[in-house]
């Protein structure tokens, strides 16, 4: 699963629960086969299900069953005899049904359970701030008074969501095959695992569609789909590739997930594993705005993935997604975690999935660049590092979809797959999912499998990154003894954690020469020495740049560009711009960000152009130059965009011919990149701008740089556009223009509506994603609350801080 944000939930503070062991769920009963057929109503939006469970005990004899149920209406329950239907007792309690059955039932005795029930997703009550996803049945515009909006049906079911449509056994350790008939008005397509056996046309105008899913699954992955979709074709190996999207996307569908049958080979190459489901289907859900999940063989995205043109003249964002999805139809699907405290086995690979997947497409440079951008999402949240990679004691299961699973778990595969070598790496990947195909895994079966392979103990990386907490944060310094021609390097763990052990590789530069040593740092303080005639030009320690680690390197600026230029991995050039940039009024460091601002991959210059400070004149006017280069002719639309708006800061009246022409540029991200810069400039020429593209649809930078520069007119119809959305990608990407149009604004009515709104949005998200929705919009009312004191605003601007948490 890739969600919105694998954000924490910060309000869990209070200790007693990390007491609570999270076991394996307990098999008492263990599914077999799940067959189902469903109706729905579309005007009451709920789901009319007929079920036929085939069960038997796992090993000890029992009568009695429970199955989850999450707020299930129960018409009949029965166990199937000799063709007819038994009644059998039960209790419920809105979220388990227990059933006593009509005898006791030994091992591998299988017995038939026939339940008719109704599932009324929209009428259950869910707890405040539950998960995105929490209502597992979704109806989407089912009656179709919300114009411009597609009808679908769509069912989202990671954890333990799918018992909200499908009494089973809802864990991670259940596994059944699986038969689903759905019954549909006949202009609707279906969708779920396994092939489409049979479709029948019925009297009333609807038809049955019958799905069939032979290898086994897991509950949480059954899927369910259904809506008016175009459907484009792909295929792999003679397997069908399709791609499920509204009807206005068809022809951008290709550009969106034209790559998968390319990543289907890579990833059965990588794995050795050859795709191992009779299809697979990507299909899009409308008002899914904040992940996606991978469903055995079909993955359901939300409606973020369907792009225009227009937005894919910026590249596609969306690809890491597919990437990650598609990566898990191996870990997550084809081999499961046995439990969430082991989902890093399914989420950390997907995760590194998507690395994987850059490294082979896009060459090393860009891989380690994406590589070092999700270490630096982990590191970000210091809470993280008091969680173990493998955890059994938590709040609740949705918990452990975190950053420490996805981001740091990915981290731990990276360097686990340096330490063995490529090869060695792929034969464990191989070994664990054959040996456990179908099935279920824990990190210790990764463990053996990588021990089988390598021939080596690989307890001690198991038990500090796996079971273990935190990372290493790192001192290095150096020195030398001419007298000796001794070189020196020694490195501080400075965490307040046990140390780490610790194998990478140390490069000493001598005179434009390299020479690698293989070294282990064991302790909390350790020293390496080296021999060297003369001063090495550059020590650098983590040859690999592999470590995930916090490093305080102690070297000079001389040393951090000789890093750049010959040690040059994506991270080694990286750090020297950092360096750089915290010393850019210092003549050296700024002709070396001029450099640094024609790297050869895009991700170091937007490094550099996001951090430069052109409030300094010194910097601002040293840097023009190549900052007008970028804006004027870098093919790579975002960084283009950067570049124009930092161009705004500078309010030269030459740059106006530039920003007009970009508004029309084919990128939504230039153009409304552009109009922000000319807003800068020349305010009122941007709001002559605005008015004649608000004529015509506009998305992503440009949409948002339209509402920032809207007048007051708009009012209305922005603000009840705002209140609609719902919590994903475009309601927290909207908080800030939105938040600068309110500064436009003069009624005061008008602005305290509009910060009421800000403030009912920063209550309504779920807590699990305050720690990063809270600061956008405090930061958005800060800046508009000042805007409006500059103004003269006094009782707007104090209306807005009364409405500001309390300074600390």
Known sequence: MSVFSQATDTIKKEEPWKKIYRPSATKINDLVHTKLEVKFDFNKSWMYGK???????HFYPTDSLNLDAKGITFNEISVVENGKNIPLKYSYDNANVRINLDKTYKANE???????????????????????????????????TEKNKSTQIWTQGESEFNSAWLPTIDKPNQTTTQEIRMTVPVKYKTMSNGLLVNQKSNTDGTRTDTWKMDLPNKPYLFFMGVGDYAVIKDSYHGKEVSYYVEKKYANVARRIFGLTPEMIAFYSKVTGVDYPW?????????????FSMENTSNTLHGDFIEQDARELADGNPQEETIAHELFHQWFGDYVTCESWPNVTLNESFADYGETLWREYKYGKDDADGYNNRAMRNYLSNPDDTLKSLVRFHYYDKDDVFDAVSYAKGGRILHML?????????????????????????????????FEEVTGKDMNWFWNQWYYGVGHPKLDISYSYDA?????????????????????????????????RYHVWLNDATDTFSFSANTKPDLINVDGDKILLCEKNDHKTLDEFIYQYHHAGLFVDRREALIFALQHQTEPKALNFLKECLHDKLWRIKSTALEEIHTDNDT???????????IAKNEKYKPLKARAIQILGNYKNPSYRELFLNSINDSSYMV???????????DSVAAIEQTKKLSSAPAKGELKYAILSNSDESKFDAIFDNYASLQFGNEQFFSIK??????????????????????????????????????????????DLMQKKQAAGSTEQADYIKSKLPAEK
């Open 278 to 290: 009779p299809k697979y289907v990507q299909i899009v859900g409308v008002d899914n705005e904040s």
């Open 417 to 449: 797959r340096n330490y063995v070598g490529d090869s060695a790496f792929t034969k464990s990947l191989k070994l664990y999912l054959n040996t456990h195909k179908f099935n279920n895994g824990e990190a210790q079966d990764l463990r053996l499998a």
């Open 51 to 57: 079920e036929w469970i085939t069960i038997h005990p």
């Open 110 to 144: 299988n017995y038939v359970i026939f339940i008719d029930y109704i599932s009324k997703p929209d009428e259950r009550k869910l707890e405040a701030n539950s998960i995105v996803g929490a209502k597992g049945l979704y109806f989407i515009n089912p009656r179709g």
């Open 483 to 515: 007298a000796n021609k001794t070189a020196k390097v020694f490195i501080t763990q400075t965490q307040a954690a046990k140390a780490f052990k610790l194998p990478f590789a140390i490069d000493v530069y001598e005179n434009g020469n390299k020479k």
């Open 671 to 681: 153009a409304g990149d552009a109009l922000i810069a000319l807003s800068k400039l």
């Open 619 to 629: 910097v601002k006017t040293a840097l023009e130059t190549e900052i007008l280069n």
């Open 737 to 782: 223009p939105f938040a600068h149009f309110l500064a436009n604004v003069k009624s005061t009515d008008k602005v305290k509506k509009g910060v009421d709104l800000l403030v009912k949005i920063r209550g309504d998200i779920p807590q699990q994603f305050h720690s990063f929705t809270d600061p956008e919009i405090n930061d958005a009312l800060k």
